[in-house]
């Protein structure tokens, strides 16, 4: 199931369990200092996030046999999903500040095409490069972050 075999799945199922932990850690952390403006957009970003990532941690038990589901679909569900919500993230938090407003946009607009990208790829090598468009773009909202407002 790697894309291009430079990930085994079972390390793609460690990730995922350990990100559902982590993202329940962090809004179980942050809850109350998540409530308004940018801060709270993104904490239902993570709200959304954890039955996508947990998606993820079924697709790859299924994939294994160790769930009677088809993995295809949960594993698309956890893929899209860590695709399209940053990129509503993205967009929003793009219409709630005046610096670097154009980097979020871009940030966003990435991972749109990015998962147009991923759906429509003929080949492995297509597919990374569409998941590299994602990168480069959710990278570009998080280096809007740290640049803040």
Known sequence: MPVLGAVGTHALFVAHVVMSVLLVAFLVGSWSEMGSGA???WKLVILAGTPVTL????GFLALDGALALPAGPL????????ILLPAAGLADTGRRVERAARAYDVGAACCVVGAGGVAVAPSP?????????VGVGQTVGIVAATVGE
Do not use: D, N
């Open 39 to 41: 801060l709270r957009v």
């Open 55 to 58: 998606a993820g941690v079924a």
């Open 75 to 82: 594993l698309s569900i956890a893929l899209y999903g860590w």
């Open 125 to 133: 090598t297509a597919t990374a490069a569409a998941l590299g468009v």
